[in-house]
């Protein structure tokens, strides 16, 4: 098998979403049934698209495929490495549980709401299997965009204002980050992602070098949600719906995080990186964001605000983990892409349940909710202590190989950082776990045993199952670690 | 050459035939010169089109009129440059006729309707003459030819403000024109031809005692296009003349005639004078320093007057002020990346921009709207027109993957070539702002008003929005497929930089 | 001050006077007939400056008949250039009479001033 390979197969699964698209506007309004069929479905295809490239991806080996180009750096091209394979497959996953979900939770403006979803799918995939930075940043300013629609789909005043903080936050980001390719392009050799570094000491400099650095992590930032860029997060998580907002936290944020992936890995390369000193910058502002956030989290009083401050928070894990420049942080850095999304997606989504059911978003007026929602409180439960890093969660293992990587780059006091974390993370999560089944009087009337539909329950405890999943069987090939090894492997 | 290879000719003789058989036509038959007029761009457009495989960066097609050898005849001489503003106007041409058929029969009384095609037509021709003709006298007749048709057609409708910027307009061409006549006449005096590669030739060797003239008459033809092409402190004109003149006139002039202007400075400075005029190069190059600032104060203030508009028309104006900015300064960046990306804005803010002003022309024409917060919900009411617009706004801001991305991607390469970080700075900022003013506008259209269910589609007629969406599809197209003239354009550039 | 030379080239200071007359009162008449009017002093300035430019001292109209004598002649090419620019110089100065008289019905005045203050109406 040669080491690459050139395949159709990424740009169907790019174009397999719009299939979904093209449901929503022909069935949209006069044939829902066949229109739900056609979101599902679509998303499932792709889905099921994605998974033969597995093989490949497994041993390390590239797909490609040429699209347009012309001129310096206008290239549009794909490429699927191990990286985009699993930032892929999580991106088909998660969606495919927000589009079930999505059944029973959206009522209204359905047509816009999964035409844009379906675009936003296609657009991610994009980012995921970009061969260099030029489709990259396409694909990544469509995204930007077409996630508006989503974040102010309710079109109330708080959704509006939501709305504007995020356009306020990424468009100039964007500016921003077309400034840092164009420098890289013309600083750089190429824009081609190769698994190693493309822009060298020698030839740049270290002024140039650490600019064009400091624009990436701004451009990137945004999104990544590293402090101060943050504050559009805890305004369009509440904002969106529930499934909307486990997508935004869930895979959305982790396009940034994608971005400076490619970044580290195959714009600097970690040598590089290390030679320029800039990691520990990194890495304390990534300590402070988890710090920070983790508290802000804690004053919180509306659920999805303070889910909002905790992804702050967790995103800031991942990037703890790959500036750590040693192996066992970015396996425990890239895992988290996954497992965070799992986690946080099973959170907002029962936080989605909580509110379609009881029409409540306050944590103070959740007292007793457990013995309402048993089955999406357990859900719930166990997200949360994924979160705090429980064993056998799937939080664990990301804490775990985090405090090796901290070891292993000898900065072991960010292991504190870690530690500290979970101290405020079971501060912030278990009260409400603690309320919602221990308090509250069991024989009021509000809260009968009521389960939510079965479309909304599903994706919640499949999201669940997969925080212990990934805990447990943590090895088993296809699961994140396995990939994720791939990947280190071919870096350090 | 063939003998018999008349086209480049042709494509003025023909939009110039019809012209004169518009208004006979329309004395038989009025409802006959829409058609006519539609044939005669098709066919120009097919001619221009025609002549892509022949002409290739640094092999220009030269034709000579009445088979005199220049420098004593007129040349048409067609270079990559030229083709590509011949093929864009030939067939928004098309376009702009379809869409007039039925918004201008609401605007102008039918006996007047076959003089407002003659008007399409002579404009077209004088555009197309002007940007492949080699002659300089013969480029200055021709820019008055549209010039003129362009008063006319600003006050066609007779509507009191229209009159009242037409005649505006026309003061500050009419001196602009008179500027270039002098410059003209500065040339001849020291170069003793009117052809621009004879000339160019003579400039290269110019006897030091000549400089001076010569450097003054660049100063007033980059005078007197700049007025033509509304660079910033010269573009008082434009915002009025192009938000009240009828919807697909609005479009014609700012999709091509203002980058008449633009083409004019772009003749000038390269094709005339060149990078090594007379070993003055120092002061060209200045020179050429100060358009470009021009163009990026153009850039910031007509994005920033554009966000104060309340009136859609006016905002899409002015904002053609700021595009201007970015084809002029990616022209002057002395960068091949550059001028080839000054040159894709060309096409991109052609396609964008006319797209902008005939969706503006279908709320108008439908609902009777100018204002922009009047358009709540129009995007559920009128989903082709509103969406054409949110298309072609990704090209106007320059987002990815439209085709003024592609042009901004140039313009930024452009600037980073020369070292002039503070210019990319600039057209960063420029693509920041034009996301507020478009943005704003497709957020009233989508995301505000009533909701779905409780509207009724009112579309325009699709002779109207057909047009709309082809162009905003364009800007996609073009963006996508940007190999197919981004090549030749940055080869092109680069010869024009060696020579 | 040469007054001698300025006398020499009287036409090409005449030319520049003119010029500037037209620009000025092209820019501070209000009156829209002596806005154009300055114009045409512009434009005719201009062409002042070319014919002088074609001047040949002491040189014959340039006619030349078959086997005529070599004889001095002005040089004929500014001369066709003013032809042209007169040309384009009326139908200018035409469409803005026809516009001022649209602009007279439609606002019963030609004063500048006068117009700019009536946007609202």
Known sequence: ?492 | MNASFNHPVLIVVVPLLFAALCPIIGLIRRSLVVWLALFGTACTSFLALSLIGRVTPGNDLSYHLGGWEPPWGIEIRIDTFGLLMVCVISTLGILLVLYSWKYMERELPANRLSYYYTLLMLIYTAMLGFSITGDIFNMFVFMEIFAITSYALVAVTGEKRALRAAFKYLLMGATSSVCVLLAITFLYSVTGSLNMLDISNTLAELSPDYIRVALAALVFFITGFSVKAALFPVHVWLPEAHSIAPSPVSALLSALVIKMGVFGIFRILFTVYGPGFANETANWKSLNEVVAWAAALSILAGAAFAIAQKDLKLMIAYSSISHIGYIVLGICLLSYHGTAGGFYNVLAHAMGKASFFLVAGCFLYKKGFRRIEDLKGLGRSMPISSGAFALASLSVIGLPPSAGFIAKWNILWGCLDSRKYLFAGVVLLGSVLAAVYCLKVVYYLFFTGPRMRDTRIEEAPAAMYVPAALLSLGTLFFGIFSGLILPSLNSASRILMIR | MNWSRIFQNLNYAVSLLLFLMGLYTLAMKPNLIKKIMGLNILETSVFLFIVSIGMVDSGQAPVMAHGAAQQVVVNPIPQALILTGIVVAVSTTAVSLSLCIRIHQKYGSLDACEILGREVA
């Open chain 1, 1 to 492: 098998m040669s080491r690459e390979a050139i395949s159709i197969l990424p740009i169907l699964v790019i174009f397999m979403p719009w299939v979904s698209l093209i449901g929503a506007a022909v069935f949209g309004k006069r044939k829902p049934a066949a229109a739900r069929a056609v979101y599902v479905g679509g998303t499932a295809a792709t889905l099921l698209l994605i998974v033969p490239m597995f093989p490949r991806a497994l041993e390390g080996l590239v797909i490609r495929k040429h699209l347009a180009g012309s001129g310096p750096g206008i290239s549009l091209a794909l490429r699927v490495d191990t990286m985009g394979f699993y930032f892929a497959l999580l991106l088909a996953v998660m969606w495919l549980l927000a589009v079930i979900y999505s059944l029973g939770y959206i009522h209204g403006r359905q047509t816009r709401y999964y035409c844009f979803l379906a675009l936003n799918f296609s657009f991610c995939l994009g980012v995921a299997f970009s061969a260099n930075m030029f489709t990259l940043f396409v694909f990544y300013e469509l995204m930007s965009l077409f996630t508006y629609p989503l974040i102010i789909h309710d079109e109330t005043e708080v959704a509006r204002k939501a709305g504007f903080k995020y356009l306020a936050y990424s468009i100039p980001a964007g500016a921003v980050l077309l400034a840092g390719v164009i420098l890289q392009f013309f600083y750089g050799d190429t824009l081609a992602f190769l698994g190693r570094s493309t822009i060298h000491l020698s030839q740049v400099g270290k002024p140039i070098l650490l600019v064009i650095f400091s624009i990436y992590m701004l451009g990137f930032g945004v999104k990544a949600c590293i402090m101060p860029l943050h504050g559009w997060v805890p305004d369009a998580h509440p904002a969106a719906p529930a499934p909307a907002s486990a997508l935004l936290s869930g895979v959305i944020l982790k396009v940034g995080i994608f971005g400076i992936v490619r970044v580290v890995y195959d714009v600097y390369g970690v040598e590089l990186l290390e030679a320029l000193g800039v990691s520990l910058w990194m890495l304390i502002v990534a300590g402070i964001t988890i710090i920070t956030a983790s508290l802000f989290a804690m004053s919180q009083d509306d659920l999805k605000r303070r889910l909002a401050y905790s992804s702050v928070a967790q995103v800031s894990y991942i990037v703890l983990g790959l500036f750590l420049l040693s192996p066992a942080g970015a396996v425990g850095g890239l895992l988290h892409i996954a497992h965070h999304a799992f986690m946080k997606g099973t959170l907002f989504l029962c936080s989605g349940v909580i509110m379609h059911e009881t029409g409540k978003r306050n944590i103070s007026e959740m007292e007793g909710i457990g013995k309402k929602l048993p089955l999406t409180m357990g859900a719930f439960t166990v997200a949360s202590l994924g979160m705090i890093g429980i064993p056998l969660t799937a939080g664990f293992i990301t804490k775990w190989e985090l405090g090796v990587g901290a070891l292993q780059a000898h900065r072991p006091y960010f292991i504190a950082v870690l530690l500290i974390s979970s101290l405020l993370n079971a501060v912030y999560f278990l009260p409400i776990v603690y309320a919602a089944f221990f308090k509250g009087d069991s024989k009021q009337a509000g809260f009968p045993r009521n389960e939510t539909s079965k479309k909304m329950l599903v994706p919640v405890l499949a999201a669940g199952a997969f925080v212990i999943i990934l805990g447990v069987f943590v090895t088993v090939p296809g699961l994140p670690y396995s990939l994720v090894k791939v990947v280190v492997g071919s870096v350090f």
